[in-house]
């Protein structure tokens, strides 16, 4: 039988505010892509708030400029390239375990708070391949499942990178991925644990096989 865990996700879901950052960027005099908008929820999560403070720090960055790019992202919001969420979620796909347990301590060494986080973000990863793989079994298109994962624009893109991902796993991998993210963190909450050994038990548990 399929597993069903409630995970409780931000009130306002990524896509609703990659488009309020867009919108406010544009009022401000400045453009912001897609992926600067993704960049930015990564690290910053959803609070409204925060994004519009950074927003505030990204234009003075800029020093006027009216495309407000990645690397200006990752200059002042303290994003690397090498550590965030999406590039351990495409080693977590392609089933590289080495890679995906650096990159989440990355992630991790940026303060204690980026647990939380974490454990959410791979929820919602996880999620989204089982999706992606039901939808893809049923022989739905690529059109059909971006709308299916609220992946508008230019974030429609990335779909192809779940369906790919989610070839790699079985149902009952997905099932077993997302109980291990839950109980990890529900055991992370009861006590104090080695992060190391905490994430490369994990994500070992993530892998497609």
Do not use: C
């Amino acid at each position: 039988a399929a597993l069903a865990v409630n995970v409780e996700f931000a009130a306002m879901k990524e896509a609703a505010v990659s488009q309020w950052l867009k919108s406010r960027a544009k009022k401000m005099g400045s453009n912001l892509s897609e992926a600067s908008a993704r960049l930015m929820i990564a690290h910053l999560g959803t609070s409204l708030r925060v994004h519009a403070n950074e927003l505030e720090k990204l234009q003075t960055f800029a020093g006027g400029a009216k495309e407000i790019t990645e690397q200006d992202v990752e200059r002042v919001v303290g994003v690397s390239r090498e550590f965030n969420v999406f590039e351990l979620q495409n080693a977590i796909g392609s089933g590289q375990k080495a890679a995906a347990v650096k990159i989440a301590l990355g992630i991790l060494s940026n303060g204690n708070e980026q647990k939380q986080f974490l454990f959410v973000m791979l929820a919602r990863y996880i999620e989204h391949l089982i999706v992606a793989r039901e939808l893809n079994a049923r022989g739905e298109g690529e059109r059909a499942i971006a709308e299916a994962l609220e992946l508008r624009g230019g974030a429609a893109y990335f779909v192809k990178d779940y369906v790919n991902a989610a070839k790699r796993y079985s149902r009952e991998r997905l099932d077993r991925a997302m109980r291990a993210i839950v109980e990890t963190e529900q055991r992370t909450r009861r006590v104090k644990l080695d992060d190391a050994l905490v994430m490369e038990s994990l994500i070992l548990d993530l892998m497609p096989a």
